[in-house]
Structures are given as C-alpha cells and as structure tokens.
C-alpha cells in the first residue's frame, strides 16, 4: 500500500511564487521525464487557445484528465512550451514522501489540498490565484489518479465552486476582469514494440504469484492469467478461498464486501449508488481523523490501519474497468493493466517502453460570477469540462 494517507495533524503547504526554480527545472524536465517515466517525445495541440486567453489577461484555471503519476510534470512540459509557470493544487501526502519533494514541490508553485476533509486554506489560494490572473492554475477536476487513460471518472464539484468564486473576485477587480477554463486532454501513445520491454516485469510478477513463466503465451492471455492469480489471493483473505465466476464478476463482488463491510461499520448506511471513488473519499475521512488524532490504542490503531489498507484495495480494484482487454486491446491499455499489476503488488512503476505524450488543450469555458441557480443537480460547468476531454480524448459518453 502507497503512503497515501498522513496520520500527523495537517498543516496546509503553500506555494513558493518565484520564477528561477520553475526556469531551471525546465532545463532537466525532459531528461527527468525521459529517465523516470519513458516520455520520450511530445506533442502539443491547439496551444494557440491558451494562449489567446493569456494574452487577454483571463484569470485561467486547467483542468486536465489523470490517468498517469507523470501527468503533473507532463502538465509542467506544457508550460515550458507556452514560457508560463503554472500553479498547481496537489494532494499533502505528495509533500509529505520525502524531503526531497517537501523541498522541490512548492517551489515548482504546487500547494497542498487535504483529500481527508474539507480545506479551506486550498480553496482560499485557489480563488486567489485564479483571481490575480499572474498564472494558470493546474486543478486535476476528477481528484485522483484513474490509472486509465480510456476512462475518465466523475468530476468533483470542488473545481466548479473555486472558478465561480475567482470569477466573483475578479469581476469586483480594478479593472475587472474574466475567468475561463480550459480542459485540458493527455493521451500517452506507446512508441515501438510492446513485448521486450514488458516481458522481464510479468516474468517477476509471475514469479512473486509462484506461476510457471509462460513467454510464448500471448500477452494477452499472460495478462489475464494473472489477473486471475492475483484476484485469487485477494479473496483467499476476504473470502476465505478463490470464487467462481468470470474475473470481472469475481472483481465486483469481492469489491462490494470490502466496501459493504467498512460501510456497515462506519455509519451503517452503504452507498451502492456512489462512486467507488466517492465511497472510499466517504470512509477516509471518517477513519483518518480517528487515527490523526491518536484516539486509539495500539490494537485499535493496527486495526483501523488494515481498514485503510482495504480502502486501498477497492480504490485499486476499481481501476481495472469491466471490458477494459476485450476484443483486441491497444498497447496502450495491455501496458497499464501490467503496471497496474506491478503497482499493487510492488507499490512501484519503472518505464518499460518509450511513450509519446499528445496534450490537447480545449476551447475556453467562460465562467460567469454570478452564482449557481439552487437546485441544480449538475454543473453546467463541469459538464462543458466533462465533454470536451471526452471529445479530445475520444471516448464515448457514459
């Protein structure tokens, strides 16, 4: 399990707001890139929209699709481009892996938001940057990392609420002022051959599920059969043995009892109507702050950590969406079910191949100050954002 979750008081980060630390990460971004994550080449579509609203002064917010750990410092490559730093609001467990980040991050103008709660110290830096109009604002609208560059989750209101309030500030500015966003969309393309890069990971995987190694199985039937070994032991520990069924409805099942169980324990109402990623937000911030603020014994403080573990599990299994490998699968998506793989059972991710990044930018969405009519189930907002990465990204409407 990641470190995701901080059991110390939280204490909000803010961004430092000078350009000579953005300039020189710029000069070692695309080896960073290159040797961390195999970005090894980029393309950049419709630049000329960003960079119209620039030059108008607009207050602007981006909100791209998150698919990958890259897709900050790919957002990053995108501003060397335009010769704009950006501001970006990034979660506090980010700040709190290393020292190294604690000291890098916020001089690269990322600030904390805490996922566990409500932030208003986030909210309030938000509304000002965007306000103040000195540098884009990077706000990932569906607040986590999906894993899965062919899907994108619901998007959280949150960004919607930050764009109105910025757009109240700035139409009250001397001179007033506009807001706009634009959607932002990554799609990550793999360069050359599949196989030789990704054959040394799944024979380590399958060598760690105690499987024969198989290379002149197809990749794909590779693939799936350890998708099966690693569900296997998933229910070894919440069923008591493997189950029947195909491997997706063995997913959903196992799935629902880890959330059904915490849910009954933790307010004893189950959400099946949410999302998976709304009901494991629902539980974090009932549990965290039980452990954060040391009212549990040892035994109590092991047991609500194994909660979280298996939080972290659902929130896992959730990215391996139905149909995700039927009929004849991209590269692109055999290559995340494999690091998808390597993730959960390592908690790590190397580059296996060369990848090419296209970013997308979308057409400006003017965000009016006056506030959202009572009511109003969906946000016309975020509706708009929803449906141009979904055209720019090319998937169809769920």
Known sequence: MQNVVVLEPYVPVPPRHGNWFPKLFSFILPWFLRKSYGIVDFKFVHLERVQASLRAGHGILLMPNHCRDEDGLVMGRLSCELRQWFYYMGS????KMDPVKAFVLPRLGLFSVYREGADRAAVKTSVDIVARARRPLVIFPEGFLGRTNDRLNALMDGPGAIARAAARKRAHGKPPGQVVIHPVAIRYK????LEPGVNPVLAEIEALLHLAPEPAVALRER???IAAAMLSCYELEYFGGPQTGTVEERRAALLQKILHQLEDEWGGVRYDEETVQARVRRLRIAIVPVLTQRKADDAEHQRLWRHLTSIYLAQQLDNYPPGYLDGEPTPERLLETIERFQEDLTDKVRPHVPLQATITIGEAIVVSPA???????IDPLLSEVERQLRTMLGLAKT
């Open 92 to 95: 506090w467990h980010v700040f």
């Open 223 to 225: 693939v799936e059969r």
């Open 190 to 193: 793999v360069l050359g051959p």
């Open 371 to 377: 506030r959202e009519a009572r009511g109003v189930v």
